[in-house]
């Protein structure tokens, strides 16, 4: 019996990301079968955060087209989304819960249960009353991947998840994320720590000068793979 | 999905804890004015009727270049760590962000003139021939007039380089004929003379530009 792929959930094609005369993608085309995670690999300025931003709707592409969920139009997909970016996307001046409880109500979430529960699940402790400016770089990375999992999207698209993390609480992020993915989450990641997905991304996603140029299953690239 | 209405009101609250956290925007907008005040008050020595016919022009003034300082700063926190792109993924509606936006820059001048007008009423000896909740609409619609243009603009320069210079450019020249009214008003009815139409004129301006400022905000919130 021959295996068959899942549908895609994410179509694009030829898509092109212009800033001024810098195209930042250049006719990027591909589709992503649900229920995977994609490590996006590449150099600085291969196109890798532009692609991802593009994805989470925050992007208008100069040409082309995304498709996801089947939808075109990210505001009917948009609560299905989860965006971490570089920076936190956290109010310094608020407490983790404070940060969640607000962006919870965004997605018509009431109460805070939900909010303490992905913030257990990122290793964190829902009463730490700080102020998330005064949090060390890793505790931000996790609130902020806490605060990407709120709304329990369909879609996780993450932006460096694992810098300035330890390698520990890497590892652990990086096993909560594959259990998410075999809960049936697609999840994109971009890092520059691709050995941290070595085990648990399905695919490797190479970039080039806004190009995807090779797909693979394993870390090391070339025909021979 | 949560209502417009009920965003808007999380917005707010969370804006107001911010403010109250930090007092980033009401220190800046109660020291520039205190300057204004005290500043003025040695520079001149005016009678009673030459308050009346100045201190219109001169509380305006005052008030609007202290809230271009917290125009400046409600949009800034939200640049901070970029968090503004998390409300674009979300799907709340851009005019509840807005809207929030408004209200709680309404509220900071509104408390930044509530702590000030004492002041300039004791600096410049001021006593209002004219009635004196003609004076309390002529604050609220003016104040309205300066914060809903005051926030759109403030998120239209968000991404420029040179935003602090840039609100006052853009915000100055189409806020005259607000300032006009509201000055004319308030030295009318200081003066005892009829302010009727510089209320209407400021009416009319808060209910177009706040429409406008509604119609066009997404497209400036998710302008590149």
Known sequence: ?225 | MSAPGAITRVTLLKDLRLEWRSKDAINSMLFFSLLVVVVFSFSFDPSAEESRQIAGGLIWVAFLFAAVVALNQTWAREIRNQVLDAYRVSPAPANSLFIAKTLGNFIFVTVLEALMTPLFIVFYRLRSIGPVWQLLLVAMVGTWALVVNGTFFAAMSLRTRSREIMLPLLLFPISIPALLAMVQATTSILSGEGARFWIVLLVTYDLVFTTVCLLLFESVLNAE
């Open chain 1, 1 to 225: 019996m021959t295996e068959t792929a899942p549908p895609p959930i994410v179509t694009v094609s030829n898509l092109i990301k212009q800033f001024g005369r810098f195209a930042a993608l250049r006719g990027v085309t591909a589709e992503f079968p649900a229920g995977k995670l994609y490590a996006i690999l590449g150099d600085n300025g291969a196109g890798k955060t532009t692609l991802l931003r593009t994805l989470a709707g925050l992007n208008r592409p100069s040409n082309g087209e995304i498709t996801i969920l089947g939808a075109s139009k990210f505001h009917d997909i948009c609560h299905e989304i989860g965006y971490m970016a570089h920076p936190s996307l956290l109010y310094d001046e608020m407490s983790g819960m404070e940060n969640l409880e607000y962006f919870a109500r965004l997605y018509g979430i009431a109460g805070n249960s939900r909010c303490a529960e992905v913030i257990r699940a990122v290793g964190l402790d829902p009463d730490l009353v700080r102020p998330v400016g005064q949090y060390s770089q890793g505790m931000r990375q996790r609130m902020s991947l806490a605060r990407t999992l709120l709304n329990d999207p369909k879609i996780l698209l993450l932006d460096e998840p694992f810098s300035n993390v330890d390698l520990h609480s890497a590892n652990e992020m990086v096993r909560l994320l594959a259990r998410a993915r075999d809960n049936g989450k697609t999840i994109f990641i971009v890092t520059h720590q691709a050995p941290l997905l070595e085990d648990a991304a399905d695919e490797f996603i190479w970039m080039e000068f806004g190009k995807i140029v090779e797909r693979t299953r394993g870390l090391s690239r070339g025909p021979e793979k």
